[in-house]
């Protein structure tokens, strides 16, 4: 007699499955869990056996809602749509080559399908569910990461995969049924725009193209595979109920709820933490930055300073020639007796010195400094590396005529 029971895990007696299981199949599940730096993966798998008949279940997922790109026996080709767009979209295996390929690996090697059949009401029913569920749950990731990001993000669901189907196999003397249904979503990850829902009831239309896309990603996941092996084809009646039953209990389920929160709250933090990080390596890069430019503005004001004082003791320096020029003895001499002196200077070897009376005398180039006596003006005397400021008494140095 068939009916409604309830799998518990085998390490800890938690309920986990509920199906429609005949009462002389022995049956126990079992629930892994596997940490990775970004996420937490449940994987779900039961054993239901009676003699020669094995029923079972594996899940990669357990409704964690793990995201996969490709799988080792579920895979998809991503090509861009011709179209004038340029959306993309998924081009998946077909349902009957995944069932073929997950026959294959129980029976290590390839086996041909008896027959095939669509998904029933129930389980496509069921499927409807997860992937709204796992709708919501992608909107819930990006508003998520959308409250920490500096840049407003939105996401745009442009597509979508629902399929599954039933393979049954035979191969001396074993009968092995297997079943499971794929869910897709495609979406546009935008700047500027809210998040929005485009479910057509259409596997997989031509994508539509959205505005300033900043990027476009695909969730694919095959949330359990249920299979059979038997020596017994009756036994196939027994799958059908099973697989039409198959559900997780509410205790998972809250479960792995209350799991991927923690996961999105783990990675809500990392996220925080790296813009916390990111946001005072922009700090201290402005600081440095502000450190040195008021380092180069202190120096350009220090030689702008440096400058002043240089044009300033210049223009005095000018200012003291100038005034020497026109004021002293050589004042009023032509440029044209001047050149004539320097030139009878150089000639001569001498240098013209100016006595106390305004006239002049000439003496040699060896002399440094040139002394009259103060008595008679006539009388002279020079020196040669005479240096320091001693002068005679009774003698007068006299200036050297520029």
């Avoid at 959308?146 to 399929?163: E, T």
């Avoid at 084809?233 to 929160?261: H, V, W």
């Avoid at 044009?311 to 005034?323: G, K, P, Y």
């Amino acid at each position: 007699m068939s009916q409604i029971r309830i799998i518990n895990d085998v390490n800890t007696g938690s309920p986990l499955i509920k199906c429609v299981l005949p009462d002389d199949f022995e049956a126990g599940a079992q629930l892994q869990l596997k940490q990775y730096p970004n996420n937490t993966v449940a994987y779900l798998s039961m054993q239901a056996t009676r003699g020669n008949c094995t029923i079972g279940c594996n899940s990669g997922e357990g409704y964690v809602c793990e995201k996969k790109k490709i799988s080792s026996l579920f895979g998809f080709r991503k090509q861009q749509a011709q179209s004038d767009s340029g959306a993309w979209y998924a081009d998946f295996t077909s349902i009957k080559d995944d069932l073929d390929s997950t026959a294959a690996s129980i029976f290590s090697k390839k086996v041909d399908a008896v027959t095939y059949y669509d998904l029933s009401d129930t389980i496509r029913n069921r499927a409807q569910e997860a992937l709204q569920k796992q709708i919501n749950n992608l909107c819930e990731e990006l508003q998520l990461g959308a409250s920490i990001s500096p840049m407003p993000i939105g996401n745009v669901i442009s597509n979508y995969l629902l399929d599954g189907g039933m393979g049954i196999y035979e191969d001396e003397g074993k009968t092995v049924a297997v079943c499971f249904y794929r869910i897709g979503i495609e979406c546009d990850i935008i700047q500027g725009q809210g998040i929005t829902e485009n479910i057509t009831g259409e596997p997989f239309s031509k994508a539509t193209s959205h505005p300033m896309a900043i990027a476009s990603t695909a969730a694919w996941s095959i949330p359990y595979i249920m299979y059979m092996i038997t020596d017994n084809k009756e036994d196939l009646g027994i799958f059908m109920n099973f697989a039409d039953s198959f559900g997780t209990t509410p205790e998972l389920q809250a479960y792995c709820e209350q799991l991927r929160q923690q996961v999105n709250q783990m990675q809500y933090q990392k996220a925080q933490q790296h813009t916390m990080e990111t946001q005072a390596a922009i700090n201290n890069m402005w600081a440095q930055h502000n450190a040195r430019w008021a380092a180069t503005e202190r120096m350009s004001r220090q030689m702008s300073q440096d400058m002043d004082r240089f044009r300033s003791n210049l223009n005095a320096q000018i200012a003291q020639n100038d005034t020497r020029f026109n004021t002293g003895p050589s004042y009023g001499e032509s440029t044209d007796d001047r050149i004539q002196r320097w030139r009878h200077e150089a000639m001569m070897g001498v240098d013209t010195y100016e006595r106390s009376d305004g006239s002049t005398v000439e003496y040699s180039t060896y002399a440094d400094r040139v002394f009259d006596n103060n008595l008679d003006s006539t009388t002279h005397f020079g020196t040669h590396n005479y240096f320091d400021d001693y002068v005679p008494d009774g003698w007068h140095e006299l200036n050297k005529k520029k």
